[in-house]
């Protein structure tokens, strides 16, 4: 499991919630999460921006374990597949 993964899973977040939050498209999310991509600085930087954390614990800490938070839960599943539109 990606660190990416484990963070959206704890923050009862979605890849829709972040693709809508970070500005970028689910299948992008979903590629970086799967490991399909090496995601550049930029990609990077709106998934850190998003999820307001450093870019470190999301992307290179193989020893993630950092407290996350969240103000609230969407309803639906954290890590359903994207959905073509």
Not at 1 to 30: D, F, P, V
Not at 55 to 63: E, G, H, P, T, W
Request: charged fraction near 25%.
């Amino acid at each position: 499991m990606s660190n990416l993964e484990s963070i959206l899973e704890k923050q009862g977040r979605s890849i829709n919630w972040l693709a809508q939050k970070s500005g970028l498209s689910r299948q992008t999310i979903w590629n970086v999460i799967k490991k399909h991509t090496n995601p550049m600085p930029k990609t990077q930087t709106k998934i850190a921006e998003a999820l307001d954390l450093p870019l470190n614990v999301i992307f290179f800490d193989k020893d993630f374990n950092v407290s996350i938070r969240c103000s609230s839960k969407p309803s639906s599943s954290p890590l359903s597949e994207p959905r073509e539109e």
